[in-house]
């Protein structure tokens, strides 16, 4: 009675009865519908590989910074990877939060106890004549469906769950666009999960260049001819049945071919930052750059690629330099009289 009457007068509801272990499961199964499937299965693992085994047993009421303070020091101590960590003190905090705005705690216990955030390692990039020998080796030795596709990624920076979830009715080869409303994952035990994509931004048309075009010309003519009725239907890269290639599969093929040549071994992302890189370098405004790779905002942009921003950094104070100069230059020269009552420039 006690307990009640002090949550009427606070405001805030507490079950003292209410583990961790439990209260993260119930916070998992009301995230779950709103969130894409790999998300929550990123979310599902830290949850009962991490925070529960640490956490499980306390009392949530009963949970406090020194607990989780001293597990973020024992992982560190263990050698656990700086990002494991990272992620499971977020989650946690996340998941606490939910409970301090649904008024079940008065405070959140992970609020500070959130290590930094690791700087994410620098991706490599093909230069553009490294991908243009990884094509050419495709087209030479292969001749297959994923030398069209990897066409399409270095051609448009679309990401990999994007260019395997591409349809044909997304594809509209005469405006020369198409447009992004799916997107694949691999989930769990490598369950294929056809969604939408992340965010409104990414849900959004992409240009295609001649070279794609001509991907895409070839991958329609081969289906039109295998369809009994000679239509397009389905994805545009599938395997013999019509069902999604393996994302696990493609970056194999990715590697096998990337060894064949020599090439620095990237994954399939790495293609879209091989994309940006390379406009960049030719000189593409960098807001140009952001809505092809449908980034959310301009800042997401730069935060990605600021490193690669050196020379248009240069060639900018260089222009500023010469505006200043010519500004100088044609001053116009003003006459005055000296102290001896002859005119002198000024």
Request: net charge positive; with cysteine; proline share 5%.
């Amino acid at each position: 009675m006690a307990a009640v009457l002090d949550g009427e007068l606070r405001g805030v509801y507490e079950n003292r009865r209410t583990t961790v272990a439990s209260y993260l499961r119930e916070w998992l199964g009301t995230r779950k519908p709103h969130l894409a499937p790999n998300t929550y299965a990123g979310y599902a693992a830290c949850v009962e590989r991490d925070l529960i085994p640490a956490f499980g047993r306390i009392r949530l009421l009963d949970l406090r910074p020194k607990h989780i303070d001293e597990w973020v020091t024992a992982q560190v101590e263990a050698k656990r990877g700086r990002v494991t960590v990272y992620r499971a003190v977020s989650t946690l905090r996340n998941a606490l939060n939910a409970a301090v705005r649904s008024w079940r705690l008065r405070y959140n216990p992970a609020k500070h106890s959130v290590p930094p955030k690791p700087r994410a390692e620098e991706r490599i990039c093909w230069t553009p004549e490294q991908a243009a020998t990884f094509l050419r080796h495709g087209a030479e030795q292969y001749a297959d469906q994923l030398t069209d596709l990897f066409e399409v990624m270095l051609g448009t920076g679309m990401r990999r769950g994007e260019v395997l979830a591409l349809h044909w009715s997304d594809v509209h080869l005469m405006d020369r666009k198409l447009f992004v409303r799916w997107t694949l994952a691999a989930v769990d035990n490598g369950t294929l999960h056809l969604g939408q994509p992340k965010t409104e931004a990414s849900r959004a048309w992409i240009s295609l260049s001649p070279r794609v075009m001509a991907a895409l010309h070839r991958q329609a003519a081969i289906q039109m001819a295998a369809h009994p009725e000679g239509r397009l239907e389905g994805l545009v890269f599938a395997r013999p049945g019509g069902t999604p290639l393996r994302p696990q599969w493609v970056l194999d093929q990715l590697r096998k071919r990337t060894t064949e040549i020599g090439l620095p071994r990237i994954g399939l992302h790495d293609l879209r930052h091989t994309a940006a890189s390379i406009m960049i370098a030719e000189g593409v405004p960098l807001a140009i750059v952001s809505k092809t790779l449908r980034h959310a905002t301009l800042a997401t942009t730069i935060n990605l690629y600021g490193h690669l921003f050196k020379d248009s950094a240069d060639q900018a104070v260089r222009a500023l330099a010469r505006a200043l100069d010519r500004a100088e230059s044609s001053r116009p020269r003003v006459l005055r009289e000296g102290d001896d009552g002859m005119s002198v420039a000024a």
